[in-house]
């Protein structure tokens, strides 16, 4: 699946970029869908938690994000850094005293408010002690008005004015001699189709853990919480856990339960497991066998150069090492969304690194380079003579893992 958003910049006198407002679609097509605002916003601020970084959406510029009343009342915008965002307040709210109090709060907390659609009302003098922006749509607001909002905020010097819908130079250089600063309309650019490729809360969820497992002492403490938020998942476990392949006297009926029984090395299993069967299911099974070979295999080496550190994230590195084919992006995209440590994101982005090392080991040995592929161990201090019983170890393995794949997970 995809996420879907589209970017407009806002430009000040010398038409360089001050931010860009950020507006949902839910589909590749660039027009605003039929939702309500309040599905619009709060899909768009879960794009911005799970898919985009905010300044990947906003260009390293503060991002300008519409939200409804009920998103403000909700505390949606804490969900978002206040260096990075201007809270934009869509035009169908009235002034009243709810949404006063909200955007003192916000004010309060460093959060930068503009109005969007700004058309005059006189309780809107209460608010403006706290506004950054008034945003006034300069196609179908009179002269006569903007000459009077330009009077009404003379003396709140902050706050400035960004005049919308600028659709020629005339008019800009008009808007200019009037005293506007700041631009945005369809003169200077249309909004700009933003794409990426969504990871699922569950994906997400599973990730988190893995990098969990990933540490040499694993806190059940820590994880227990992370599965009972995810309710397939938690299901999941405990189906796994009591399936006849460990041959249980007793059922295991909770998570801590199910964490103690599994252990590390089996909990690192199911969780790559259903990581695998989760992220590809429309891709080739010869992908991830191979990922999970990768694994094995890294994580096997990683023991022979006695390095204990880095056993579990070499697992994850092997694992991780193809899923840019798997999901049709780049590595570096990908990295950006999930919870890897750095190490691994070191190794899979720019081949940097102890871990980069030991998957350079594996790939040679996969393209039959013997020679690149001891000179590799004999650099990190592994006996080249484990490369057949480590790649034999990883091939037994990986198709134990696909047969449960096929059996328990699905």
Same mark, same amino acid.
């Given at each position: ?105 916000? /004010? ?17 003098? /209460? ?229 980069? /090392? ?53």
């Amino acid at each position: 699946m995809n996420f879907y958003a589209a970017r407009q910049p806002i430009f000040d006198n010398n038409n360089e970029p001050i931010g860009y407002e950020i507006l949902f679609r839910n589909g590749p097509h660039n027009v605003f869908p039929n939702i309500n605002a309040d599905k619009a916003t709060s899909r768009l601020l879960e794009g911005s938690q799970f898919y985009f970084e905010l300044a990947e959406l906003s260009n390293h510029k503060p991002a300008f994000i519409n939200f409804t009343l009920n998103t403000l009342l909700l505390g949606y915008p804490f969900m978002l850094p206040a260096k990075h965002m201007v809270i934009e307040i869509v035009e169908s709210i009235e002034p009243g005293k709810k949404l006063l109090n909200a955007v003192k709060t916000l /004010h309060q907390k460093g959060y930068r408010i503009a109005l969007d659609h700004y058309r005059h009302q006189s309780a809107w003098r /209460h608010f403006y002690p706290y506004i950054k922006y008034l945003k006034i749509d300069v196609s179908c607001t009179p002269l006569p008005e903007i000459h009077l909002i330009m009077k009404e905020i003379e003396e709140h010097k902050q706050i400035k004015l960004i005049a919308e819908k600028v659709e020629n130079h005339q008019q800009l250089e008009q808007l200019k001699q009037l005293g506007f600063s700041l631009f945005q309309g369809f003169y200077f650019a249309k909004p700009e189709m933003l794409t990426s490729k969504m990871f699922s809360a569950s994906e997400l969820s599973i990730a988190r853990l893995l990098s969990e497992t990933a540490n040499e002492y694993v806190d059940i403490k820590k994880l227990t919480p992370i599965f009972e938020r995810d309710i397939n998942l938690s299901y999941k476990l405990l189906r796994y856990t009591n399936s006849a392949i460990f041959k249980r006297r007793a059922k295991i009926s909770n998570i801590k339960q199910a964490l103690v029984a599994l252990g590390n090395e089996e909990l690192k299993r199911f969780l790559s497991l259903t990581f695998a069967a989760q992220i590809s299911p429309e891709k080739p099974a010869e992908l991830i066998k191979l990922s999970l070979m990768r694994a094995r295999f890294c994580e096997q080496l990683a023991l022979n150069a006695n390095s204990k550190k880095y056993v579990g994230p070499a697992f994850l590195t092997g694992m991780m090492s193809l899923i840019d084919a798997i999901r049709d992006d780049s590595m570096e995209n990908i990295m950006d969304k999930l919870p890897l440590v750095d190490s691994i994101k070191q190794a899979l982005v720019s081949g940097e690194g102890p871990l980069a /090392h030991l998957l350079l080991i594996v790939q040679s040995y996969e393209q039959a380079d013997w020679q690149a592929a001891q000179a590799q161990c004999r650099a990190l201090n592994i006996d080249p003579d484990v490369l057949p019983l480590a790649y034999n170890d990883a091939l037994n393995w990986c198709n134990e893992q696909m047969q449960v794949l096929a059996c328990e997970i699905h």
